[in-house]
Nanobody
């Protein structure tokens, strides 16, 4: 069974950097054929894909967030990370990590999500 778990601070101040970790168990993030995503859901809104990192370490980003987003990984710990800089209250959301299959990109496993609030 593949499990994903998000972790990081639940409160971030405006202009600071939001940093989250996704810890994966039951599957290797470096294994061919998979793609690991960050998705967020602001209050009252739908899910929004932010970006992802593939098994080979290549990162991909939503065009609307690319300038502020960095996704990286530590294969020795089977973790991948999200950094979102210069945050504002509009970045308040539940943040999820999820695994997707290549080439379909269908998501098969999700973390439970973690609430991040941007407020002074």
């Amino acid at each position: 069974q593949v499990q994903l778990q998000e972790s990081g601070p639940g409160l971030v101040k405006p202009s600071q950097t939001l940093s989250l970790t996704c810890t994966v168990s039951g599957g290797l993030i470096a294994m061919t054929g998979y793609y690991y995503s960050w998705i967020r859901q602001p209050p009252g809104k739908g899910l929004k894909w932010m970006g992802a990192i593939a098994y080979n370490g290549t990162a991909y980003y939503s065009p609307s967030l690319k300038s502020r987003t960095s996704i990286s990984r530590d294969t020795s710990k089977n973790q991948f990370f999200l950094q979102l800089t210069s945050v504002t209250p509009e970045d308040t959301a539940v943040y999820y990590c999820a695994r997707a299959r290549i080439p379909s990109l269908g998501r098969d496993y999700w973390g439970q999500g973690t609430q991040v609030t941007v407020s002074s």
